[in-house]
């Protein structure tokens, strides 16, 4: 399970390894950068952008057994996300653009599990041991559906300029985000007590 600072440390986990792989490279020295709605506005000139347009409940994650706490008590269900990226690529020219972007796309494929130790680097996270060693988080490409790009829409719509931009999508899946509210079990019954009444007739 991971406390609530694993999203954050994702984004940044995923915006560091591509900044860490330019190095040395024809793209050494081009921005990444996550992205909120309003950065479309006055972009970058050149370089890759991360916005997270998008949370969902992983139904999969919901039929988990509960973990136990660290004496084995009983714990509140963790909340399974899957975090939705819009991945976006800029530069001056279509060829500047679709090179940036094909490489982004491909080192993000050759490193698709982000292991523990990469996430809570003290760079990436935002507080240490946000995830505990034995987690991790998959990144996949998938596709839009109509709705979220229809959403995406509504947020590039005072930039037209950004429509013409190259984008992939990408999902990480199952962030188990654990309860901070700890759960009292109640004590066992151990005896039933019975009482008897009498009832009035009138």
């Given at each position: 399970m991971a406390t609530y600072h694993a999203i954050a440390a994702t984004g940044?986990?995923?915006?560091?390894?591509?900044?860490?792989?330019?190095?040395?490279?024809?793209?050494?020295?081009?921005?990444?950068?996550?992205?909120?709605?309003?950065?479309f506005q006055k972009p970058m000139?050149?370089?890759?952008?991360?916005?997270?347009?998008?949370?969902?409940?992983?139904?999969?994650?919901?039929?988990?057994?509960?973990?136990?706490?660290?004496?084995?008590?009983p714990t509140r269900p963790v909340l399974p996300l899957d975090l939705h990226y819009l991945l976006t690529a800029w530069a001056s020219t279509a060829a500047r653009q679709q090179l940036l972007l094909g490489w982004a796309t491909r080192v993000l494929e050759d490193t698709p599990i982000l292991p523990s130790g990469l996430?809570?680097?003290?760079?990436?996270?935002?507080?240490?041991?946000?995830?505990?060693?034995?987690?991790?988080?998959?990144?996949?490409?998938?596709?839009?559906?109509?709705?979220?790009?229809?959403?995406?829409?509504?947020?590039?719509?005072?930039?037209?300029?950004?429509?013409?931009q190259l984008s992939v999508t990408y999902a990480a899946r199952m962030l188990a985000i654990e309860s901070m509210e700890p759960l009292t079990a109640a004590r066992e019954v151990q005896t039933r007590a019975f009482e008897f009444g009498t009832v009035t007739v009138k």
């Open positions: 940044q986990a995923i915006i560091s390894l591509l900044a860490d792989a330019a190095k040395e490279t024809e793209f050494d020295g081009v921005s990444f950068a996550l992205y909120q709605a309003s950065s000139d050149e370089g890759i952008s991360l916005y997270l347009y998008r949370m969902s409940i992983n139904p999969m994650g919901r039929n988990q057994p509960r973990p136990a706490g660290p004496l084995g008590q996430l809570n680097q003290n760079h990436f996270a935002p507080a240490p041991g946000t995830f505990r060693p034995q987690e991790h988080v998959e990144l996949v490409w998938e596709e839009l559906s109509i709705q979220d790009m229809a959403s995406i829409w509504d947020v590039f719509k005072p930039n037209q300029q950004i429509t013409q």
